[in-house]
């Protein structure tokens, strides 16, 4: 019997470790980084900051129109638009981004690599509605990422990494602003409806 255990154990413990052979998905300490991100032969850069204890992301869209607020511990998003004043509630799958593609996918790891000055660990990986490579530090900060969903490729890379506390107020919902509804079977379309100040 205690043969028959211990040959039990020898099987499991490397299927255990191959379980556990994924990275961190989420930041472990609170970061902002900035991207060049490029795809459908258009670049720009953008900033998403990190509140790590909260699992808030925020991305700062390019030229200062808005940002996304992704809520990974609530599983809820809200994109607000700077000149229009207006907030809009999101799916989590649009404003999550990555992150939300990686949890349940399987990884392959890779080489090491260093980008904007910090190291991290290539990883393929192959989801439910997405493949793509990703380069993650061991605390959990993607710095680089490309891969391919629903037809449309897309890459983007760490050119600024800054670790630091991260203001609380730069993920909260803004006051005073028109609320919008994304139409049902439109994702990433959005007409006013009932529009009411927060």
């Known amino acids: 019997m205690r043969h028959a255990i211990a040959a039990a154990l020898i099987i499991a413990l490397p299927l255990a ?3 556990q052979d994924r990275p961190q998905i989420y930041p472990t300490r ?3 980084v900035t991207y060049r ?11 998403m900051q990190w509140s790590a204890a909260q699992r808030l992301m925020r991305m700062n869209m390019p ?3 808005g940002y996304m607020v992704a809520d990974h511990q609530n599983q809820r998003g809200f994109m607000v638009m700077e000149a229009m004043r207006t907030i809009m509630d999101v799916p989590m799958q649009q404003a999550a981004g990555v992150q939300q593609a990686m949890q349940d996918a399987n ?13 991290c660990t290539v990883w393929r ?10 380069c993650i530090t061991a ?3 993607m710095l680089r990422a490309q891969g391919a969903s629903q037809g449309q490729q897309g890459r983007m890379e760490a050119v600024r990494v800054a670790y630091g506390t991260q203001d609380p107020a730069q993920f909260r919902r803004p006051q005073g602003y028109q609320t919008m509804q994304v139409p049902q079977g439109v994702p990433g379309m959005a007409a006013p409806r009932g529009a009411t100040p927060r």
């Open 63 to 65: 030229g200062g129109v």
């Open 139 to 141: 605390d959990g900060v």
């Open 30 to 32: 609170d970061v902002a």
């Open 107 to 119: 990884f392959t790891r890779g080489a090491t690599e260093k980008i904007a000055g910090t190291d």
């Open 17 to 19: 470790a191959q379980a």
């Open 37 to 47: 991100v490029s795809g459908q032969g258009q670049g720009a850069e953008l900033t």
């Open 125 to 134: 990986y192959q989801g439910r509605d997405q493949t793509g490579e990703a």
